[in-house]
């Protein structure tokens, strides 16, 4: 398999765990009682998301050095990052409310 093949690959996954990171939740019936009534969708949604990070990471592996698909290939990274520093930003508001 060549690299550029397997960009490919990596990137159909990524896109594929992604939209399952939205999707599933939106879609879990709710069980439980309490707190764990929503949090197997957010669990659902973070671990899904997880597996989409590491697929990104290794994205910037494959990646090209130059091309149309070096920038193509930083996508999922930033997408994960700002993810990151969403959750961080929300985190750090309820704390100093």
Do not use: E, H
């Amino acid at each position: 398999m060549t690299r550029k093949t397997t960009l490919w690959l990596f990137l159909g996954l990524w896109i594929l765990l992604y939209a399952l990171s939205v999707v599933v939740p939106m879609n879990m019936a709710p069980t439980g009682d309490g707190f764990t009534r929503g949090a197997d969708r957010v669990l659902t949604f973070l671990s899904l998301q997880f597996a989409a990070s590491l697929m990104a990471f290794l994205i910037l592996l494959v990646r090209p050095r130059r091309g149309p698909l070096s920038g193509l290939s930083l996508l999922p990274v930033a997408l994960c990052g700002a993810l990151v520093l969403g959750l961080a930003g929300v985190i750090a508001f309820a704390m100093l409310t």
